[in-house]
């Protein structure tokens, strides 16, 4: 079962991955893009070694770029390994998924082979998964069309242990960006020598146009050629048959279009800012069949030396993989593993997000927040008499929004009953639930039966609420529901709703088990913290829970 703090170190693994991506993307040569490659490795994937083995053009594999210790790379760095021995490391060891890891125990026949390599001695593993200096751990990156680029080798894990599956996934992904990067930088290097024969070889320009032809045509992504400037400026004048197979379009057809034709009405903002020469976007472009697909816009302004631009050359790469792989990280890094529901830090995430540090009570009305802002404020900038209260409602931070929501932002505050009375008032409820009777059935039944009856106890309460509300997973078997617009009776009665959908036996593996819960209702309001929301419903959960026998609790 999943632990609480594991969400974090996720997301953590998640914003270095992210970093370490951007920066691929930074580099503007093959050799940058090389270096930058095993740098990130060693800087946000956990490993102390790394290097990149690149396919020459006659096959075998040649050590490009190494980072992380500088004896190593002075030995290894030119070196190169025949084809026929990578092959043969690459069919070795376990397969894992994308990734190929050889152990210590199967990896000493490979030490005499002509393949770079650095290795220490050193005692068995004292545990199943601690990292060996003989092992090897290998990311093999591929084309788009699926030719070998090059080998990713990574070596000395700094927690001393094998990677999990977390850490196997963020290296394959890795490597799969990786090589993207790479050909991209590949293709960027083409295409500017293209450009550069086009500009200053005129004699010579027949010969350039072939070279930019066959570069434009045979490129592995998008590519399309647009009018700059007059009254059809954006217009496709040129697209190549990848990005026409990307959109599900024949060139005859896009030629009709502009990009701001094609784009995802909630892009097009971006497409706009994004500048024309040398600008860069990822946004959604519409295919044949009405639906949209991620790409990542680059663009290049090829110009006349006498008249000036002429036309827009745009690079389009399909990034609709990476895009799923983030919205996947995403909703693992806020999302509980077992059950699907929020964790608990995107529960507290989306009840901060309803929540202001200024309380309702002590809100400036419109009129006085205009006289505040226009008649009695201090040329020095401070809060006067008549200025805004010194208790912090200038601040923007106070709202959401930061700073840019100011005092006329659209926040609505959050309010709470005064009493456990139904009074009429509507608030946004907090529904602590903890189960009674589930360590029994976990010491009784096993690990096995109390992850399928969380994931049932999960399935009831989600079915048991609104369109709307929230269900999370706090931790263990702790549950928290979030529901808007409730007064005091709605939120007793949703309690006893959702007591009653619990109660019933669950059958698992045959048999038939059973859990009570104990609910305490809390009240989001505006001035708490959410930690202060939560505590305060745990807190009336347990004065429920004493309130009831053992026997009664059991029973609902």
């Known amino acids: 079962?999943?632990?609480?703090?594991?969400?974090?170190?996720?997301?953590?693994?998640?914003?270095?991955?992210?970093?370490?991506?951007?920066?691929?993307?930074?580099?503007?040569?093959?050799?940058?893009?090389?270096?930058?490659?095993?740098?990130?490795?060693?800087?946000?994937?956990?490993?102390?070694?790394?290097?990149?083995?690149?396919?020459?053009?006659?096959?075998?594999?040649?050590?490009?770029?190494?980072?992380?210790?500088?004896?190593?790379?002075?030995?290894?760095?030119?070196?190169?390994g025949s084809r026929a021995s990578w092959e043969r490391r690459l069919s070795m060891g376990e397969s894992w998924d994308g990734l190929r890891?050889?152990?210590?125990?199967?990896?000493?026949?490979?030490?005499?082979?002509?393949?770079?390599?650095?290795?220490?001695?050193?005692?068995?593993?004292?545990?199943?998964?601690?990292?060996?200096?003989?092992?090897?751990?290998?990311?093999?990156?591929?084309?788009?069309?699926?030719?070998?680029?090059g080998v990713i080798s990574v070596d000395r894990p700094r927690n001393g242990r094998r990677p999990g599956a977390w850490g196997r996934e963020a290296l394959q992904m890795y490597a799969f960006q990786a090589a993207i990067a790479i050909s991209n930088a590949r293709l960027r290097a083409n295409m500017q020598r293209a450009l550069v024969r086009l500009e200053r070889e005129q004699q010579a320009l027949r010969a350039s146009e072939e070279s930019f032809r066959q570069a434009f045509e045979y490129a592995p992504s998008g590519m399309a050629i647009a009018e700059m400037g007059g009254d059809q400026h954006g217009r496709l004048l040129r697209t190549n048959d990848a990005l026409c197979r990307l959109l599900g379009r024949p060139a005859s057809v896009l030629r009709r279009y502009s990009f701001s034709d094609l784009v995802h009405p909630e892009d097009i903002g971006t497409l706009l800012r994004t500048s024309a020469e040398g600008g860069r976007a990822e946004l959604r472009l519409g295919r044949r069949d009405g639906t949209y697909v991620w790409v990542s816009l680059r663009n290049s302004v090829v110009a006349d030396a006498a008249d000036g631009p002429r036309f827009l050359l745009t690079h389009v790469e399909d990034i609709e993989e990476r895009k799923r792989h983030e919205l996947q990280l995403a909703h693992r890094a806020s999302h509980d593993s077992l059950t699907g529901l929020p964790n608990s830090a995107e529960l507290r995430?989306?009840?901060?997000?309803?929540?202001?540090?200024?309380?309702?009570?002590v809100r400036a009305s419109a009129v006085e927040a205009l006289d505040a802002a226009f008649e009695g404020r201090p040329e020095d900038?401070?809060?006067?008499?008549?200025?805004?209260?010194?208790?912090?409602?200038?601040?923007?931070?106070?709202?959401?929004?930061?700073?840019?929501?100011?005092?006329?932002?659209?926040?609505?505050?959050?309010?709470a009953p005064a009493t456990d009375i139904d009074d009429g008032t509507k608030g946004l409820a907090v529904l602590f639930c903890d189960l009674d009777g589930f360590?029994?059935?976990?010491?009784?039944?096993?690990?096995?039966?109390?992850?399928?009856?969380?994931?049932?106890?999960?399935?009831?309460?989600?079915?048991?609420?609104?369109?709307?509300?929230?269900?999370?997973?706090?931790g263990g078997d702790e549950f928290v529901v979030l529901a808007d617009g409730?007064?005091?009776?709605?939120?007793?009665?949703?309690?006893?709703?959702?007591?009653?959908?619990?109660?019933?036996?669950?059958?698992?593996?045959?048999?038939?088990?059973?859990?009570?819960?104990?609910?305490?209702?809390?009240?989001?309001?505006?001035?708490?913290?959410?930690?202060?929301?939560?505590?305060?419903?745990?807190?009336?959960?347990?004065?429920?829970?004493?309130?009831?026998?053992?026997?009664?609790?059991?029973?609902?």
């Open 1 to 80: 079962m999943e632990t609480e703090s594991e969400p974090y170190v996720r997301l953590a693994t998640l914003r270095q991955l992210h970093q370490v991506v951007a920066e691929l993307n930074t580099a503007r040569s093959l050799a940058d893009t090389l270096q930058t490659v095993v740098d990130g490795i060693v800087v946000g994937l956990g490993y102390e070694l790394a290097c990149v083995n690149l396919v020459r053009p006659d096959g075998d594999l040649v050590v490009a770029a190494f980072a992380g210790d500088p004896s190593a790379e002075a030995l290894i760095t030119g070196r190169v």
């Open 101 to 149: 890891f050889i152990p210590h125990t199967e990896g000493w026949v490979l030490i005499e082979d002509d393949v770079p390599q650095w290795h220490t001695d050193g005692p068995d593993p004292r545990f199943e998964d601690e990292w060996h200096p003989e092992d090897r751990l290998y990311a093999p990156m591929y084309a788009s069309g699926g030719e070998l680029l």
């Open 349 to 361: 995430a989306r009840l901060g997000a309803r929540l202001c540090r200024r309380p309702q009570s």
């Open 381 to 415: 900038g401070t809060a006067g008499e008549h200025g805004f209260p010194a208790d912090g409602y200038t601040d923007p931070f106070d709202l959401p929004g930061g700073a840019d929501a100011g005092p006329y932002d659209h926040h609505v505050h959050t309010v």
């Open 439 to 474: 360590k029994s059935i976990n010491d009784r039944f096993g690990h096995h039966t109390g992850d399928a009856v969380l994931i049932e106890v999960a399935r009831r309460l989600t079915t048991g609420v609104r369109d709307g509300d929230t269900v999370a997973r706090l």
């Open 486 to 556: 409730l007064g005091a009776a709605d939120a007793a009665d949703l309690a006893v709703r959702l007591r009653n959908a619990i109660i019933p036996p669950i059958r698992v593996d045959g048999r038939a088990v059973r859990v009570g819960a104990s609910f305490g209702i809390g009240w989001a309001s505006c001035g708490m913290s959410a930690d202060e929301v939560l505590r305060s419903a745990d807190q009336r959960m347990y004065i429920e829970k004493r309130s009831r026998s053992k026997a009664h609790r059991r029973a609902g």
